[in-house]
């Protein structure tokens, strides 16, 4: 409802009237300025920013470490397959290690078919 079209019914005097529209008049000025002004990428005249890189870099910084980086179970969970197929590959390389030599020792393997292990060291 615009301050032209002022209801009958409130039975205002013509001073309470003026008063309404000029009102509305200085909200109409100071919305467009406002606009003027916020729309105008290059409008400089008040010093500071309206963005802080300061808080731009704590809001980053929050997202970052609480968002992602809480303390949870799941988070355990790429260590611990980590270090269970690291310990399931050292397993079964010790045990092929052990075997391989058990069977060097009793003469199952002849020289000719052992591989010389210290040319990859």
């Given at each position: 409802?615009?301050?032209?079209?002022?209801?009958?019914?409130?039975?205002?005097?013509?001073?309470?009237?003026?008063?309404?529209q000029?009102?509305?008049?200085?909200?109409?000025?100071?919305?467009?300025?406002?606009?003027?002004?916020?729309?105008?990428?290059?409008?400089?005249?008040?010093?500071?920013?309206?963005?802080?890189?300061?808080?731009?870099?704590?809001?980053?910084?929050?997202?970052?470490?609480?968002?992602?980086?809480?303390?949870?179970?799941?988070?355990?969970?790429?260590?611990?397959?980590?270090?269970?197929?690291?310990?399931?590959?050292?397993?079964f390389?010790?045990?092929?290690?052990i075997?391989?030599?058990?069977?060097?020792?009793?003469?199952?393997?002849?020289?000719?078919?052992?591989?010389?292990?210290?040319?990859?060291?």
């Amino acid at each position: 409802m615009s301050a032209k079209s002022i209801p009958s019914e409130w039975e205002l005097t013509s001073d309470e009237i003026k008063l309404i529209q000029k009102r509305a008049q200085l909200r109409a000025t100071t919305k467009a300025e406002f606009l003027k002004r916020y729309r105008n990428p290059f409008y400089q005249s008040v010093p500071g920013h309206f963005i802080d890189p300061q808080n731009i870099r704590l809001y980053a910084y929050q997202q970052n470490s609480y968002r992602y980086l809480y303390s949870s179970p799941r988070i355990l969970l790429a260590p611990a397959l980590f270090l269970l197929a690291g310990g399931l590959l050292q397993y079964f390389a010790q045990k092929y290690r052990i075997q391989y030599n058990k069977d060097c020792n009793e003469g199952k393997i002849p020289y000719a078919n052992r591989p010389d292990f210290n040319s990859y060291l």
